[in-house]
């Protein structure tokens, strides 16, 4: 069984557009709202694209501005200009 | 195995014998009474008769309603692991009940309220 | 002078002139000189600059998140404060919650702070400095939000105003400050092990998550912003946690024991840790989200098997705990609570027993154990306390040597029995509440026969408030114990028919009419 890498957000107007752009780039998410807050879980490897979420957000976007609604990781991190990706080898 | 440092790393215990004056550490816990949590604790002379130990300390558990029906003569004492039984009217020392020791006592049919072992 | 970088230079680039770049070899010194706690520890390296952060964070982009950070942060509190937020929290019981958590937890990031800024002196590489100077910078943030926090309650509510001075004298604090002095006084890469790796990445999502939330749900904005704001930056603290651990296993195979030593040793640490904060979920949140149970289960065993699955390609192993803590989620909440409840002259906080429909949800959650064990002694209690007999424990406690909480968990093959292990150090007894503990102390007796317990303080006449003479014959140890504390006596007792109960009803009706 492959184990869920996720993320969870503060729940806010940015946070919904990186979530939906999170639901198109990888099939099989899986969002969980909980009070004030909302968890994405996707088995194995989780993407954020930042060229998606631009596209919800309506504007341009800087992956790391996702540190000012993070709570929580899960996985291996890697980080690019493009990609923010969460993912478990085995 | 020892810690593992830059330079010599030798220390006194905190709780060591001398430090308590003249007194020692007592421990004492009622088995399957966990409503009290955890042992407690007091210090007393080793001159200190056992009698005063059960009654100014052990007799604390009265507020559990398990404590009148307990008969006495069943009860099983334990110094850690060891069986004893207590003389009342001797010393701790005389009892063999030295620094840091637990006392525990287990009494045979009563398991807490409603058999919880609380 | 204000730095012009590139905007054209991607992420990678960026992070290595503004990271990397900055470090040199020393030449006026040896390096080993330099940097003398790296190698005793016995964690060998060979490659420095083979430790990255991944969120490659630069310190220019580091400053200007954490102040957006900071501006969100304080124009909620300023918000909630205009607000008379306190008053829109689901039940003055609540507030307790708050006593507890941030009466314990800003002197343990202080001491985190410290422990960062010390680590990232002595570890080499610039990845791992860079890192750790954030992560010092951050524990100061979440030390001083978190005051502010303590400060906005403490001008309505008892018990919260002497945090600091109880910090180190208080028995209930003592585990969490024993955990961070242990921590600290370790070398670089053990504090790495102890407080990134195990209680960041393994624990810390119990801690914060699940109960953040929590805070949010019973209606408390303040304590949810600082803890979101903080936990906004643990995601970060996670991962420099996972990177150091790879890092010293994939730089030399020798290092694979050591590690896994503290592993064990710290998941386990931390495991006592949070019975502490399970029991503020299962019984201080009036509205509750989810039990302790449930967020051990989701946190720690599935994330946490995904974990340890994962590294698992480099011989680590399971935390030796893990069976252990499995069995014990179903237990630890009650007995926290219990512990605490008996209590009530020695805390700064209420404690009381949950209404029947708490009760209830406690049964549900727990079906295993809470029925069989816990329910039938809580109604014991609630029936005495309605008929004047409040269940009031005054004796002091029997600690573990190692973690330092009072020696009250179960034997795991008898719910009914405490588990009490005892041995002889160079002829003194030592007692410990589980096997795992006593392992500890078996690695390092040296360490652990200095631990402060509180109880044993008292008893050597070490806890009287100045002017007091501890030499009089009439002298009593525990006597003065409330003043040593400084201890508020409104703050202490059962909830039920304290000032701040009150306070609460008659300054809610006050809002709610004319």
Not at chain 1, 28 to 49: F, Y
Not at chain 3, 467 to 489: C, M, N, Q, S
Request: glycine share 6%.
């Amino acid at each position: 069984m492959t184990a869920n890498a996720f993320i969870a957000f503060q729940k806010n107007e940015e946070s919904r557009a990186i979530v939906e752009a999170i639901v198109e780039d990888n099939p099989g998410a899986i969002v969980v709202e909980q009070p004030a807050m909302v968890k994405v879980d996707v088995p194995g490897r989780l993407v954020i694209r930042r060229a998606t979420v631009e596209d919800k957000i309506g504007r341009s976007f800087d992956l790391q501005e996702l540190q000012i609604h993070l709570i929580t990781i899960s996985g291996h991190l890697d980080e690019t200009d493009d990609e923010f990706s969460l993912s478990w080898l085995s | 195995m020892t810690v593992a440092a830059l330079a010599p790393y030798e220390f006194a215990s905190r709780d060591r014998l001398e430090n308590f004056h003249g007194k020692q550490l007592v421990y004492v816990w009622w088995e399957k009474h966990r409503m009290f949590s955890r042992p407690f604790v007091v210090a007393l002379t080793p001159a200190t008769p056992f009698r005063r130990l059960f009654e100014d300390y052990i007799s604390t558990y009265a507020w559990h309603p398990d404590w009148p029906h307990i008969v006495w003569d069943q009860v099983i004492w334990q110094n850690g692991d060891e069986v004893f039984t207590p003389d009342f009217d001797a010393s701790l020392a005389q009892n063999g009940i030295g620094h840091k020791d637990l006392i525990r006592f287990s009494t045979p049919g009563l398991d807490g309220i409603a058999g919880t072992g609380y | 002078m204000d730095m012009k970088v590139d905007k054209k230079l991607g992420l990678k680039e960026r992070y290595a002139l503004m990271t990397r770049d900055l470090a040199w070899e020393t030449t006026y010194q040896p390096m080993d000189k330099v940097f003398p706690q790296v190698t005793y520890e016995g964690i060998k390296i060979h490659d420095w600059n083979a430790w990255e952060d991944p969120f490659r964070l630069t310190m220019d982009a580091y400053w200007k998140y954490q102040a957006e950070k900071e501006r969100k942060l304080y124009a909620i509190l300023d918000a909630f404060n205009q607000n008379n937020g306190h008053l829109s929290v689901t039940d003055a019981r609540y507030i307790n919650v708050l006593k507890l958590f941030l009466g314990s937890t800003p002197p343990l990031e202080l001491m985190a702070a410290r422990g960062f800024t010390n680590v990232g002196r002595h570890m080499v590489g610039a990845g791992p400095r860079v890192a750790c100077l954030m992560q010092a910078v951050d524990e100061y943030r979440h030390f001083q939000t978190q005051v502010h926090s303590i400060s906005n309650y403490n001008k309505y509510y008892n018990g919260m105003n002497e945090f600091a001075h109880q910090q180190s004298r208080m028995w209930y604090l003592s585990d969490g400050k024993s955990f961070f002095d242990d921590a600290i006084t370790a070398g670089p890469f053990e504090f790495m092990v102890a407080i990134g790796f195990a209680f960041e990445y393994v624990l810390t999502n119990i801690l914060f998550v699940p109960f953040i939330s929590g805070a949010a749900y019973n209606g408390d904005m303040a304590a949810m912003t600082v803890g979101f704001s903080a936990q906004s930056d643990e995601a970060r603290h996670m991962t420099l946690g996972l990177e150091c651990i790879k890092f010293m296993l994939e730089q030399d195979p020798d290092n694979l024991p050591i590690v896994q030593r503290w592993i064990d040793k710290w998941t386990w640490r931390g495991t006592r840790k949070l019975a502490s904060v399970g029991m503020m979920m299962d019984y201080m949140l009036p509205k509750r989200i989810m039990s302790f149970k449930e967020a051990w289960e989701m946190y720690f065993e599935q994330n946490g098997a995904a974990l340890f699955n994962d590294l698992a390609r480099y011989g680590v192993k399971v935390p030796k705990c893990f069976v252990q803590t499995v069995a014990e989620k179903e237990h630890v909440t009650h007995q926290s609570w219990i512990g605490f409840y008996m209590k009530p002259d020695s805390t700064p906080f209420h404690t009381w027993i949950p209404e029947k429909d708490e009760l209830d949800w406690l049964s549900e959650k727990y079906p295993n154990t809470f029925d069989k064990y816990y329910r039938p002694v809580l109604e014991h209690f609630d029936a005495q306390e309605k008929s004047g007999n409040r269940f009031n424990n005054k004796t002091a406690p029997m600690n573990c040597q190692v973690c330092i909480s009072t020696i009250k968990f179960n034997d795991p093959d008898d719910p009914m029995k405490t588990l009490i292990r005892s041995k002889t150090y160079k002829g003194e007894k030592f007692h410990f509440c589980s096997l795992h503990c006593e392992e500890i102390f078996d690695a390092e007796p040296e360490k652990y026969i200095q631990a402060y317990i509180s109880s044993h303080q008292v008893l050597q006449g070490n806890c009287a408030p100045e002017g007091v003479d501890t030499t009089a014959p009439d002298f009593e140890p525990g006597a003065h114990i409330a003043a040593y504390w400084r201890l508020d006596k409104a703050a202490t007792g059962d909830f039920n028919g304290s000032e701040d109960q009150a306070n609460f009803a008659a300054w809610r009706r006050q809002a709610t009419s004319n």
